[in-house]
């Protein structure tokens, strides 16, 4: 069956390059055409809407240049397409070229005579960085559009853009929202670089933080299910005790699906929460919670810029399959100092930017500290509990043509318990470290090279005996080394392709002794170590003014190293017997082909339907049976003999709609995905201090499918969106639930999420947002029955029930304390009101309370006796009213 899929994969991707490759060669084709035309003093611009008609070839030109009302007349029976084109430019008195399907019209004073078809043409490449005006940080994913040509590209992940066009005068044109937009003449006779600074347009200052593409973008752009985050605003978006959360934002999107409250973790279309990369600066980050899950590791005022993917994965990233979150960090700014930050109930933000050498280089770094005991200690005095996150990055501009990155992020929870004796037992903590060296190279002005070596580590302890200081660690570590090239062969088509080398560590679970291994520890976890090589390509096409296609592969080559200890098993998940390797040389190696396609056509200037397929391979488990939301004693386990990779097949269809003047956007997609090798556990397993953990591990399949549906307006003082999702998952494995499918526990079919903000006056917001969603699966007892005076639950099918559903309201105001435009120290004070109507949502159910004559519920001291026991739930998270302070200067 894998043999298929990878035959299928090759076969797809020869069809493409063959039907690209006859595209690439159609122009002959095109312009030799019949055409028939018989013209009478007829303007220009209707002998041009003639011959579009008849070759379903589009023109482009500029009105400017070009006398449209011109009269002519005109005779041509049966005649090629190039042959009725110079006839008709020399009567018209203009040249014309053939560029990218399309024929360009121009005065005869940009170009020497009638100009020969494309193949014949020179091309010059304009090439450059789009970057902020005020600080000097570089934009991502901004547009340079050529208008006299009606083409344009968009910046890459460092701010870079590359266009090849044919000589002549043109308007170069760079937007970007919330950015004034600039507007360049050129005279294109050679290679050119050229950089954009722009401006921010202070009345667009105050866009939607959360912007799934916009506008004509989501029309043009052939990337489909991808979000794009930004944090000018952050503090629109209402969140638990007023701490700005980029994941928990997120969680309000359709597709992304949240946990619970206290929960960071998310699952996007039927994936299980261990299938999302995310990464920041490319290096990944295993655990992005901090205090159990209620918030998430990172800080606004740190973010530069964020993209979701959760389809259509570009083939750079690595390892999952179900969502990718791309989190680039600030560069700093190269020109002046500034410093910003805010004061809340739970926690304290401050980030200080600036350079080192002015327009050379900058650096910029940012810090929180909770400092929630004051509340917390009201109740558990005894307690000590806090998280910290750090960030700092510096940015060297060596010149043009090569750009030197070094960054960092380290962030810690910690829980303390002060003991009779007053000596401090650390009950709790983790800790994320990454780490990110990055040079960026240009070696022509069509081929951007970047070079990143990075690490990461997340580190678990969980305290065992705090006499001894004996305590549970697990941890997973990588280091990492990426070569990535993108060859801008023309406006029309794009190449990527790049090589990856990681190194993974893992500690799945063992005891220590203060910072000495436990040598007698029975049993002892086998560390295990992987080397991942992957290999990937991708190129991009435009087919005519309508039509884009994207392909690649990704190769990984999966090797298990040694030292290692591994356990073989029979079928019957029983061990057999031993393996000892003692060296660092690979025993096991998987080799995939992992396959993308995706394609766009567009139907007219307001509306697109966009599809895409990909194949996607992940090494990596999470093992974990807890059904809690909280960050528990998880371990991450590497693919290898007795534990497969997990695999997916993903089809999404979706449709792209603008509507008005000041657009709204309507989007609608649809999916279908298939993953195989998903793990679940035996029932009762052991999951602590088990070296055999393989043999409890049972592998099966799931299916998901479902609908998303969002309308999003993101100009104006009233702006928001609108969104629903309908999705299944649904799973299957042997020896579970009588061997028949049953719903994933994330599987929750209705999601509806509402976010509006109205700008009331210029120093006063006001925002809402609601969420909705169905209660999670969980598998509660059909009936109980009696023994020896016990109550023994009876278990039906497996999930057969549901928590109650999910929702809350959270409202929001933030008034501007002076006028931002005039003063160089600007501050707010925003309100927020979390879970407005007080909605209770569990998070538990329990059966082991009885109800007492006063109607109270307690566990009894002995259950036998025949008590009744009763279902009680519990919850975390009420009314919550904060209040919280920011300032810039």
């Known amino acids: ?489 023309n406006p029309g088509q794009v190449t990527k392709f790049g090589a990856l080398v990681t190194r993974h560590f893992f500690n799945p679970g063992n005891n220590e002794i203060g910072d000495i291994e436990d040598i007698f520890r029975i049993p002892l976890v086998p560390m295990r170590h992987a080397l991942d090589e992957s290999f990937f390509a991708s190129h991009e096409i435009r087919l005519g003014k309508r039509i884009s296609v994207r392909y690649g592969i990704r190769v990984p080559v999966w090797s298990n190293i040694g030292p290692t200890t591994e356990y073989l098993y029979d079928q019957n998940h029983n061990v057999t017997d031993s393996i000892i390797y003692y060296t660092s040389k690979p025993y096991n190696t998987f080799i995939n082909v992992e396959h993308r396609i995706s394609g766009k056509y567009k139907i007219n200037e307001r509306s697109s339907i966009k599809a895409s397929y990909n194949y996607s391979v992940q090494h990596l488990h999470l093992i974990s049976n807890s059904i809690s939301p909280f960050t528990t004693m998880e371990i991450w386990l590497p693919a290898g003999p007795s534990l497969p990779p997990q695999s997916a097949d993903l089809y999404v269809l979706g449709y792209f709609r603008t509507i008005g003047q000041k657009p709204v956007l309507l989007s609608v997609e649809t999916f279908y995905k298939k993953m195989n090798n998903q793990p679940d556990y035996q029932d009762h397993a052991k999951m602590f201090l088990n070296p055999m953990i393989e043999g409890e591990l049972r592998f099966g399949s799931c299916s998901s499918y479902g609908s998303e549906l969002m309308v999003q307006k993101n100009q104006g003082k009233f702006q928001g969106w609108l969104g629903y999702t309908y999705s299944r998952a649904y799973r299957k494995t042997l020896g579970f639930n009588n061997d028949q499918v049953y719903p994933a526990s994330y599987d929750r079919p209705h999601d509806i999420s509402i976010y509006f903000s109205y700008e009331v006056t210029p120093r006063l917001q006001t925002g809402l947002n609601w969420i909705y969603t169905t209660g999670s699966a969980i598998t509660t007892p059909v009936s109980f029955y009696y023994y020896q005076g016990y109550s023994i639950p009876v278990y039906g099918k497996k999930n057969n029930d549901r928590l109650p559903d999910y929702h809350h309201l959270d409202l929001s105001a933030t008034f501007r304390l002076n006028n931002s435009n005039k003063y160089h120290f600007n501050h707010s004070l925003t309100i927020s009101v979390f879970n407005v109507y007080n909605r209770i949502n569990p998070v538990f159910i329990n059966f082991n309370k009885i109800k007492q004559d006063d109607g109270s519920y307690v566990v009894p001291a002995d259950y036998s006796g025949g008590q009744t026991l009763v279902p009680t739930s519990i919850y975390l998270i009420g009314v919550i009213p904060s209040l919280t302070y920011m300032f810039t200067f």
């Open 1 to 489: 069956m894998r043999l298929f899929w990878i035959n299928k994969g090759f076969f797809i991707l020869a069809g493409i390059v063959v039907c690209i490759s006859g595209n690439a060669q159609s122009a002959d084709g095109l312009l030799n055409t019949a055409v028939t035309l018989n013209i009478r003093r007829r303007p220009v611009s209707e002998v041009i809407r003639l011959i579009e008609q008849q070759t379903a070839i589009k023109f482009s030109y500029s009105s400017g240049k070009i006398d449209a009302e011109k009269k002519i007349s005109l005779k041509c029976i049966s005649v090629p397409l190039e042959t009725a084109l110079k006839e008709f430019c020399t009567k018209a008195g203009i040249s014309f070229v053939f560029v990218e399907g399309q024929i360009v019209l121009r005065s005869q004073n940009e170009s020497r005579g009638i100009l020969k078809p494309f193949r014949h043409v020179n091309k010059y490449t304009i090439s450059g960085y789009l970057k902020d005006a005020e600080t000097g940080e570089v934009l991502i994913a901004a547009t340079v559009f050529i208008k006299e040509l009606q083409t344009g590209t968009l910046t890459n992940g460092y701010g870079f853009y590359s266009l090849s066009v044919p000589p002549g005068d043109y308007m170069l044109i760079g937007s970007y929202m919330g950015y004034k937009t600039r507007e360049i003449p050129i005279a294109l006779n050679g290679n050119q670089m050229i950089s954009f600074a722009f401006e921010k347009d202070t009345r667009l200052l105050d866009e939607v933080v959360i912007v799934a593409q916009t506008g004509s973008n989501a029309l043009e752009d052939l990337q489909m299910s991808q979000i794009k985050v930004t944090t000018e605003t952050m503090s629109q978006i209402p969140s638990l005790f007023g701490e700005k959360d980029v994941i928990k934002s997120l969680q309000s999107l359709p597709g992304l699906k949240p946990n619970s409250d206290g929960s960071s973790a998310f699952f996007v279309r039927g994936g299980n929460r261990d299938q999302n990369l995310i990464i920041i600066d490319d290096a990944p980050l295993y655990n992005p919670s901090h205090l159990l899950g209620f918030f998430s590791s990172f800080m606004p005022e740190a973010v530069n810029d964020i993209k979701i993917y959760k389809a259509d994965l570009p083939v750079n990233y690595e390892g999952r399959l179900s969502s990718v979150i791309d989190i680039r960090t600030r560069d700093g700014n190269m020109k002046e100092y500034h410093a910003r930050g805010n004061f809340g109930f739970v926690a304290n933000n401050l980030a200080f930017e600036g350079p080192i050498k002015k327009d050379r280089s900058s650096l910029f770094i940012s810090g929180r500290r909770s400092h929630f005991n004051w509340f917390l200690q009201q109740k558990y005095p005894d307690y000590d509990v806090y998280f910290y996150d750090l960030n700092a990055k510096i940015n060297f501009v060596i010149n043009d043509k090569n750009r030197v990155f070094f960054s960092m992020y380290n962030g810690k929870d910690k829980f303390i318990r002060q003991q009779l004796n007053e000596v401090n037992q650390n009950m709790l903590n983790w800790m994320n470290m990454t780490g990110t060296v990055r040079w960026n190279h240009i070696f022509t002005n069509k081929l951007f090279f970047n070079l990143t070596s990075y690490g990461s580590k997340y580190d678990y302890n969980f305290m065992l005996d705090p006499s001894l200081n004996k305590y549970w660690n697990s941890y997973i570590a990588n280091i990492s080394a990426k070569a990535d090239f993108t060859w801008y062969m």
